[in-house]
């Protein structure tokens, strides 16, 4: 088992909500793909966040933790989003962009 695997020292919760939102230790292929992925999304993320600091735009005091923040915050949605639910899914859009642009430090 490599050292991602092993229990963090993380309180209980915390634990379980990592575990449920992502996982690190998956062998197959896909696995690994998906955390690629994912990484390349963060990337992307920082650097859109790293260019608005430097223009002023953006006043958020670390780009990669904004970045990991609205990364997870979307991938979140499939965990509760439905067609039936209380927002359509151009409120949500909408909505999630305004929370991302707060992230970040811009009111949107």
Known sequence: M???CRRSR???RRRRF???GRSRCRSSSAGSGGLRLRST???GFRELIERGLAEGVFTVRSARLASYSILDMGMGVANWFHDSG???VD???YQYGDLALR???RAG
């Open 86 to 88: 209380e927002f359509s």
């Open 18 to 20: 990592r575990a449920a």
């Open 91 to 93: 409120q949500l859009a």
């Open 41 to 43: 999304y963060e990337r």
């Open 10 to 12: 993380a309180p209980r």
């Open 103 to 105: 992230i970040v430090g």
């Open 2 to 4: 490599s050292g991602r």
